[in-house]
């Protein structure tokens, strides 16, 4: 290819091609072309990826000729990138230039990119710290987005110097296309706006957020880009748990639901986890649906909703906040057996969620629990236990501290999000024995059908119709106890969105039967 006259030749298509190449299988870059130079002050297009009208031909001249520019030509062995934005009649971008060289050494390449400022500057750092490691670890992939949602790190393990404040506190999310940031969120965001909105004009909302890093922001960077979009945005006035989530997006008749959390990963991790309207996880086949439009995007797509206006956004108010409490409050099927026996509760909430709503709901109850007041303040840093996990020995340290000095009867923990419990409780020798998941669960399964039976719901033989669910790993022993009670033991695949899709289905059914009389059923 040696000018303008080799514009439709087969080689000049055969470079465009393997320049289409590098720009699928980098999706984020906007533009790929090479460049040349032809005098010591001229430099012109060579290649260009792009397709259309506007695509740059060769010997095209290239118009603004910056500083860095010169320099990437006169310093072909390192790529340089632009120190500022520019904006033209495609947006606002920044330039990289990259050396490829040619068999006659003329050939460069220059790649342009969309990215914050701030993302340049984080970048820029590490790399004049050598940082190599940290930088391939942030960008060896991009963040999956998948049937759960989206989950990594927000805090990198070397980090810039504009991401951390003087005290060593994390402002500002790690850069990087493998991390949890900015850009990824609202990626995922409105990959769900083009599938909910697809269905329903003007969708509604709901978004909640844990403690963690960065969790907040993130959390109004979704209610506004949905309220921008055109939808009804509704957000937590502070941080609350996934549960309280899930019913509220029911309560509230929302289309869709987003909980800013990681569950209980390490501290430097943070996720994105969606729900549509009946309030579990989403199943197939919108899951493949949503990923596939996540997919679609990339930082110049999502460049518009970066700075947050929380003008439209709603805030969940008291009565809807109520209606939770009150529901959870309700479920209790022997209310009675708690102020009788008032037993001497433990709780901690790790530092996460469950304060709001836990301690609260168990005060209904009568109880009025012991706390940790060590791990009682929101902290995103979970600085009292290795890991925020409550069926983690070490994250029960405190708790059982405090439970053998005020002789508790039972030891409660949540993780950051309260959508896990870990359970302790006392042995005949004095010491707390941590029960599994399992045991939990065979536990209340024996329970709840014995005071279904007692309150005259269950016959006593049981019946066919009454159905316990439980995922494929639950152990086998809670479909021993439903076979001793006469009811029905439904498996389903593992994750609770399998059970809450099952949970939907029969509610539908079951409202569709009741007629005029559905608003009086507990759906």
């Known amino acids: 290819v040696t000018g303008p006259a080799d514009e439709g030749s087969p080689a000049a298509g055969e470079l465009r091609r393997r320049l289409q190449e590098v720009r699928a299988g980098a999706p984020d870059l906007r533009f790929v072309y ?69 068999r006659d050494g003329r050939l460069e390449a220059i790649v342009g990119v969309d990215l914050p400022a701030a993302a340049i500057a984080s970048l820029r750092d590490l790399c004049d710290r050598g940082a190599w490691a940290e930088l391939e670890d942030r960008f060896y992939k991009g963040i999956a987005f998948g049937t759960g949602g989206m989950r990594g790190r927000t805090v990198g393990r070397v980090s810039a110097a504009n991401e951390l404040a003087a005290d060593g506190t994390p ?40 403690v963690r890093h960065f969790s907040r922001h993130f959390a109004e960077l979704v209610a506004s880009a949905w309220s921008r979009l055109g939808g009804e945005a509704y957000l937590f006035a502070g ?83 109520e209606a939770y409490l009150a529901r959870v409050a309700g479920i209790v099927l022997e209310p009675e057996l708690m102020a009788r026996h008032a037993p001497k509760v433990v709780y901690t909430n790790l530092h996460g969620t469950g304060d709001v709503t836990v301690v609260p709901a168990l005060r209904r109850l009568g109880l009025d ?74 536990l209340l399964a024996e329970f709840r059908l014995s005071a279904l039976k007692d309150a005259a719901l269950i016959p006593a033989a049981g019946s066919p119709q009454a159905v316990v669910l439980k995922s494929l790993v639950t152990t086998p022993l809670v479909a021993a106890i439903c076979a001793r009670h006469g009811v029905r033991c439904v498996e389903t695949l593992v994750g609770f969105k399998w059970i809450a899709r099952k949970l939907e289905r029969w509610s539908r059914q079951l409202a569709e039967g009741a007629g005029a009389d559905a608003p009086h059923l507990p759906l």
């Not at 012109?44 to 290239?62: L, M, N, T």
């Not at 969120?185 to 509604?204: E, N, Q, T």
């Not at 899951?287 to 709603?314: F, S």
Request: net charge negative; hydrophobic share 40%.
């Open 34 to 102: 090479t460049l040349r130079r032809t005098e010591p002050e001229r430099f012109v297009f060579w290649i260009d990826a792009s397709e259309g009208p506007d695509r740059s031909r060769i010997g095209d001249p290239v118009t603004k000729v910056t500083p860095r520019l010169r320099e990437a030509f006169a310093q072909p062995a390192r790529a340089m990138v632009e120190p500022e934005f520019y904006t033209d009649e495609w947006g606002t971008w920044l330039s990289a230039y990259s050396p490829v060289r040619a």
């Open 171 to 210: 402002v500002r999310a790690a850069v990087g296309s493998a991390c949890l940031n900015d850009v990824n969120v609202l990626r995922a965001a409105l990959g769900l706006w083009r599938h909910v909105s697809a269905a329903h004009p003007s969708p509604r909302i709901v978004i909640a957020h844990d």
């Open 239 to 321: 941080a609350r748990s996934t549960p309280q989530l899930s019913f509220t997006v029911r309560h509230l008749g929302a289309h869709a639901g987003v909980v800013i959390t990681a569950s209980h990963n390490p501290s430097h991790d943070n996720g994105f986890k969606c729900c549509l309207g009946h309030g579990g996880q989403v199943t197939p086949p919108d899951d493949a649906a949503i990923v596939a439009e996540v997919g679609k995007l990339g930082p110049a797509d999502v460049a518009p909703y970066l700075e947050k206006d929380l003008g439209g956004v709603r805030t969940v108010d008291a009565a809807a906040e």
């Open 369 to 442: 629990p012991h706390l940790v007041h060590e791990q009682l303040e929101h902290d995103g840093r979970f600085p009292t236990v290795p890991s925020p996990n409550p069926e983690s020995p070490a994250a029960f340290a405190l708790a059982l501290k405090l439970a053998a000095e005020v002789g508790a009867d039972l030891v409660l923990a949540t993780d950051p999000d309260s959508d896990r419990v870990g359970v302790a409780c006392p042995q005949a020798d004095g010491a707390y024995r941590l029960l599994t998941g399992n045991e939990v669960a065979a």
